[in-house]
């Protein structure tokens, strides 16, 4: 017989039930929300990690960092994933340099033997794109 869980009992107001509730039933919710929505129902419920892994078919892995994530940060964070990753920096220079040259004539750059009157995206976004690594090397 499995053993009780010394964590913590997650205690949900109504409005909390209800919002989980519209979660776990949603069909156009992502599916890792709607499975974390229906971890915390259960674990509210009472029942046991292990019971809740079996019926929802997720290794108990997932179940603890729901639950522990939702006792350290309420619902809300526990249904949300964490941002990957970092933004790119695009300094203000950067960004001056690349309105300034979409703002000139291409025969003003260093852009080739382009003399039309206007930039295109299709030509534009390579020429960027080469000197911006030219620049980070």
């Known amino acids: 017989m499995a053993r009780k869980s010394e964590r913590a009992k997650l205690r949900l107001t109504q409005q909390e039930k209800a919002r989980l509730q519209k979660i776990a039933q949603s069909r156009t919710a992502e599916f890792r929300e709607v499975q974390r929505a229906n971890i915390l129902i259960q674990y509210?419920?009472?029942k046991q990690i292990m019971k809740i892994s079996k019926d929802l078919k997720i290794n108990r892995g997932t179940?603890?960092?729901c639950?522990?994530?939702?006792l350290a940060g309420g619902i809300k964070f526990a249904l949300q994933d964490k941002?990957?990753?970092s933004e790119p920096i695009i300094t203000p220079a950067a960004k001056a340099w690349v309105i300034n040259l979409a703002c000139?004539?291409?025969k003003d750059s260093n852009l080739g033997n382009n003399t039309s009157e206007q930039y295109f995206c299709v030509f534009l976004r390579p020429f960027v794109t080469l000197w911006c690594v030219e620049f980070v090397r």
């Open 44 to 46: 509210e419920e009472g």
């Open 63 to 65: 179940v603890y960092k």
């Open 67 to 70: 639950i522990d994530k939702a």
């Open 83 to 85: 941002p990957h990753g």
């Open 104 to 106: 000139s004539k291409p």
